[in-house]
């Protein structure tokens, strides 16, 4: 149920104190005996809040030490390029991980003027360094909570290839990390912040210019200013803030306006999101609420998380597109606008995404690539160019330059953005006028995401369940035609189970950062054969879990 003031804007009693965040980064130290406390990679790494201990010094300093020894084993002997969001604790966290990279003697990349840099920006300086420079490999680092309330931190590492670390590398960093806690960081090599920013092993990075002026390699920039798209463009306070203005500038986009360019660590002049909370996700339309509210001044508004990694689309007659939405119509986009990708380049999504999505792929004639959830599964493929197109339901998205070159492994919510402008630019159609056809072609859906209490134990036994313990043969009527522990498209653990049927599904896997399961399902029978399909989900996990 909805929070009675979801919508609405943030008064004064919803913001955090910011001071009293930043003093507990470094006066609270965790206790590595509490599971809560201890360093913990989700899909998108460790994340917490400073005041629970859950997101302190002591944390950034095990993990960065941590990532250094990793390097170091790995054979990474390349610089580390590190950018920071706009929460509260990524400028401590930034600064706390300098001290330790610089006190181990490792070579740092980071933005000019110290700016703030969103996590595709990062990704992409990786694949670029380590393509011109043969034989030496960089990777990097991201302090970013991405779209989570302004209390929290995050921290986030990614390998060479550019892209999220997967759970091998980053259960080996999660626990060297705790073992440093439980040994009060007296591995830990550091030295203090002043020293290291001035050190000849700190290089200034022009992320922006970079990442800014090579957009025309992914999207048709030429095409969106020839139509004279009208954009409005807000970063919600992230990081992208600099990046839609020098966007502007650069490309020449006259009719673009960069909503609310300011920023504030307490993101007081957002709308509540549907919990009653501060949270900065652009795949919500109460967080999203006061741009939907002006949608009839732009062609296309659009909007990003903190770190510029998610997407949201807003159309006059739509409103915010449900994200699913939006992939069909992307994929259908991309796969018929870029001549050089090949016939063999598939179709990346994650198992929790739209069944239109597989219809929509297969009247193209494309292959399908379904994994489990976590952006880090696209990773390979989009940089050997398998994987044209790797998206999430949660408004997570990146695809191959024109020329079929990776641009970034990381999920990129402003080349995202931008497309649906393309998109109109080039067929003269907003995106929610090309979900009306596809729906029309391939069928409606009603989608819907719930979350049911469990605890640790329950959750790893939803983990670890198997196709063998699900006795029912149908599913709201249907005949169930797979019951999957394990992602097609990459034999990956789905870490839950997946049922289908021809015209239905439900997913169901545990949270990594909550005490809930969450259940995904869709139908594409109506809302009310969706409410059966949640109902029976809910009753066969419950079942499992006991």
């Keep these: 149920m909805a929070h009675p003031r979801a919508g609405t804007p943030a008064t004064a009693d919803d913001l955090i104190d910011v001071a009293a965040v930043e003093r507990a980064y470094y006066d609270i130290a965790p206790d590595p005996a509490d599971p809560d406390q201890r360093v913990a990679f989700g899909t998108s790494g460790h994340r917490g809040s400073s005041l629970a201990g859950a997101f302190n010094e002591a944390h950034v300093l095990a993990m960065t030490q941590a990532i250094v020894e990793y390097r170091e084993r790995a054979g990474i002997e390349g610089p580390v390029f590190i950018g920071f969001d706009t929460h509260a604790l990524s400028i401590p966290a930034w600064r706390s991980a300098l001290e330790v990279l610089v006190g181990n003697g490792v070579t740092v990349f980071t933005a000019e003027e110290d700016q703030f840099t969103p996590t595709p920006a990062i990704s992409r300086a990786i694949l670029r360094f380590n393509a011109e420079n043969a034989g030496v490999r960089a990777d990097g680092i991201v302090v970013t909570p991405s779209h989570n309330p302004p209390a929290d931190g995050g921290f986030k590492y990614n390998p060479p290839s550019g892209g999220p670390a997967d759970t091998d590398i980053t259960a080996t960093i999660a626990a060297r990390a705790n073992e440093l806690l439980e040994n009060r960081l007296r591995d830990v090599q550091r030295i203090p912040f002043d020293r290291a920013r001035s050190s000849e092993l700190v290089i200034d990075y022009p992320f922006l210019g970079e990442y800014v002026t090579a957009l025309g390699e992914v999207v048709n920039l030429d095409a969106i200013r020839a139509a004279d798209v009208h954009i409005g463009a807000d970063p919600l306070g992230g990081a992208s803030v600099a990046y839609w203005g020098e966007i502007k500038d650069f490309y020449g986009l006259g009719s673009m306006t960069v909503v609310n360019p300011n920023t504030d660590p307490a993101f ?143 999920k990129d919510g402003i080349i995202m953005n931008l497309l649906a402008s393309e998109i109109l630019a080039v067929t003269g159609k907003i995106p929610s006028e090309r979900y009306a056809e596809l729906a029309d072609q391939y069928g409606r859906s009603a989608y819907a995401r719930i979350d049911a209490p469990a605890d640790r134990r329950q959750k790893a036994r939803l983990a670890a369940l198997s196709a063998d313990q699900v006795s029912a043969s149908q599913l709201a009527g249907e005949p169930i035609t797979a019951i999957l522990t394990e992602a097609p498209g990459n034999g990956a653990a789905i870490g839950g189970l997946k049922v289908t049927t021809d015209n239905a599904w439900f997913a169901a896997r545990p949270s990594g950062t909550e005490d809930v399961y969450k259940i995904y399902a869709e139908s594409f029978h109506g809302p009310e054969h969706l409410a059966q399909v949640q109902a029976q989900a809910q009753e066969l996990v419950d079942s499992v879990l006991g």
């Design 268 to 410: 007081g002049f957002m709308t509540l999101d549907t919990d009653g909370k501060i949270r900065m996700d652009c795949s919500s339309p109460d967080a999203m609420a006061s741009l939907i509210a002006a949608r009839e001044q732009y062609d296309i508004a659009t909007g990003n998380d903190a770190d510029a990694d998610r997407h949201g689309i807003v159309t006059s007659d739509a409103g915010l597109m449900n994200p699913n939405h939006y992939l069909a119509v992307a994929i259908d986009y991309l796969f018929t606008h870029r001549e050089d990708w090949g016939p063999e380049a598939a179709v990346g999504k994650t198992l929790v995404s739209s069944s239109l999505i597989d219809r929509v792929v297969a009247g193209m004639g494309r292959r399908l690539v379904e994994v489990p959830v976590g952006f880090k599964y696209f990773v390979d493929g989009l940089l050997d160019g398998s994987v044209a197109f790797g998206g999430e339901e949660s408004a997570g998205a990146s695809f191959l330059t024109f020329d079929h070159s990776p641009w970034s492994t990381d």
